[in-house]
């Protein structure tokens, strides 16, 4: 099964008005979601960011913002990182 677009249809419209308002524009694919849903808009780009996780599944993401204490899951997570 292939996943669709999931966060706008217009994509091609998105991006060029984003960029006639003198912004930088981006795409962003989660895992499942093949190259070719930007290939035709890569142009009107100035970032693709290609993740790795699906969203929601980041294990610093998840660790440090379902936390009640931030500072506290950033220095569990840097302390792991240093064995």
Excluded: W
Excluded at 7 to 33: C, E, F, M
Excluded at 55 to 79: E, K
Aim: hydrophobic share 45%; charged share 20%; with cysteine.
């Amino acid at each position: 099964m292939q996943s669709e677009p999931s966060s706008t249809v217009h994509l091609h419209r998105v991006l060029s008005r984003i960029r006639q308002l003198g912004k930088k524009a981006g795409a962003v694919l989660d895992p499942a979601s093949p190259i070719a849903f930007i290939e035709q808009v890569l142009h009107l780009c100035d970032v693709v960011l290609v993740m790795t996780v699906n969203p929601g599944f980041g294990v610093a993401g998840s660790a440090i913002f379902g936390s009640s204490d931030y500072a506290a899951a950033i220095t569990r997570i840097r302390g792991r990182a240093r064995r």
